[in-house]
C-alpha cells in the first residue's frame, strides 16, 4: 500500500533535511547512481518488447552518470549558496556582517591604523574584544557548514586588523591572505600583511610570504609615496631576504633605501639590516663599518638580540667587541 501524501517514508536511507554539506549531496548522488545505473542495466538485459526498450535502457545506463555529474557540478558552484541557504546560515551570515562592521567601528575608535598595526602599539579594548569574538565565531561557523565563500570580505580584513592588535601574528596573516586573495587589496593591506607573516617567525614559509607582501606592497604604492616610507618597505622586504639568505637582493633593497631615508628610524634601522646582511655574507670589513654608524646612530641594541643568529660569526672578533661595547661570551 502507497504511503499516504504527509505520510513520512521510513525506509528511505537519505533524508533531504540532513543533507546540508556538499559532501552529503555528493554521497546521496552517488548512492543514486549505484542504484539507478544497475537498474538501467538489468532492464536492457530482461526487457525484450517492445524491441526498442532494450535499447533505451543502455543508452539510459551510459548517459546517466555524465548528466549526473553536471547536476552536481551545478549544484555545487551556481547553485551552491542556494540549496544549502537555511537558519543557521542566515543567523551566521547575518551576525558576521554585522560584528563585521562594529568590529571596524570599534578599531577606529580605538585608534588601530596602520601605522599602529605595523609598529606593533596598536591596543584593543573590551569592545573591540566581543566584536572580533562575535566574528570569529559567526566566521567559524559559516566555514563548519561548507560555506567559507560566503564570510564576507570585509570580515576577514576586520579579523586580521584586530587579531593583529592582538599580536596573534599567524591568524592574523591567515585572514589578510583570505582578503588578499579575493579583494583589489591597497598596498595598505599588503604592507600590514607583510609584517604579520615576518613576525609569525615561521621559518622559509613565513619568509617567503613576508617577501611577496612587501613586493606587492611596493608595486602598488603610490608615485608621490612619502619618502620614509619608500624606505621602510623595501628595508622590511630586504629583511625578508636577509632571513631568506637572498644578500645581495637585501643589500641592493637597502641601498635603495638609504637614498630615501631622513627619519632616524629608517636610518638606523637600514644601517643595523646592512651590518647584519654583511656579518652573514662575510663582508666582516663592510660589516664593522656599518656597525660604526650603527653605534653612532645609537642603535647598537638591536645588535644585542642577535649575536646567535645574525652576527654569530664576528661576536667573539676584537673589533666586534670594541664597536659594539658587548663583552666576549
Do not use: C
Not at 147 to 173: K, T
Amino acid at each position: 500500500m502507497p504511503p499516504r501524501q504527509n505520510e513520512k517514508v521510513s525506509n528511505q536511507g537519505i533524508d533531504p533535511g540532513r543533507v546540508l554539506a556538499p559532501t552529503q549531496l555528493l554521497a546521496a548522488v552517488l548512492v543514486l547512481l549505484v542504484v539507478s545505473v544497475p537498474a538501467f542495466i538489468t532492464g536492457a538485459a530482461t526487457v525484450g518488447l517492445p524491441g526498442w526498450v532494450p535499447g533505451m535502457f543502455a543508452v539510459a545506463a551510459v548517459v546517466d552518470v555524465p548528466l549526473t555529474m553536471l547536476f552536481v557540478y551545478q549544484l555545487l558552484t551556481r547553485h551552491r549558496q542556494d540549496i544549502l541557504r537555511d537558519d543557521a546560515y542566515e543567523r551566521m551570515a547575518t551576525l558576521a556582517h554585522r560584528a563585521s562592521r562594529g568590529l571596524d567601528a570599534s578599531l577606529a575608535q580605538a585608534g588601530v591604523d596602520t601605522e599602529s598595526l605595523v609598529a606593533g602599539t596598536a591596543a584593543v579594548d573590551r569592545q573591540v574584544l566581543g566584536y572580533m569574538g562575535q566574528l570569529e565565531a559567526s566566521v567559524g561557523a559559516l566555514r563548519d557548514l561548507s560555506l567559507a565563500e560566503a564570510v564576507p570580505l570585509d570580515a576577514e580584513l576586520n579579523l586580521g586588523r584586530a587579531l593583529m592588535a592582538e599580536r596573534r601574528w599567524a591568524e592574523a596573516a591567515e585572514h589578510l591572505d583570505r582578503y588578499a586573495g579575493e579583494a583589489d587589496a591597497g598596498w595598505e593591506v599588503h604592507y600590514v600583511r607583510g609584517v604579520a607573516h615576518a613576525n609569525t617567525r615561521g621559518g622559509t614559509s613565513s619568509d617567503i610570504a613576508a617577501l611577496r607582501a612587501y613586493g606587492d606592497a611596493i608595486a602598488l604604492l603610490p608615485s608621490d609615496a612619502e619618502p620614509d616610507l619608500v624606505a621602510r618597505l623595501f628595508t622590511y622586504r630586504a629583511a625578508a631576504e636577509k632571513r631568506l639568505g637572498r644578500y645581495e637582493q637585501a643589500e641592493a633593497d637597502l641601498l635603495l633605501a638609504r637614498r630615501k631615508a631622513t627619519a632616524d628610524y629608517e636610518v638606523t634601522d637600514i644601517a643595523y639590516n646592512l651590518a647584519s646582511v654583511y656579518t652573514m655574507a662575510g663582508r666582516r670589513d663592510d660589516a664593522l663599518t656599518e656597525l660604526r654608524r650603527l653605534r653612532d646612530l645609537d642603535g647598537i641594541g638591536l645588535v644585542r638580540g642577535h649575536l646567535d643568529d645574525y652576527f654569530r660569526s664576528l661576536r667573539d672578533d676584537p673589533d666586534f667587541r670594541e664597536v659594539t661595547g658587548i663583552s666576549p661570551l
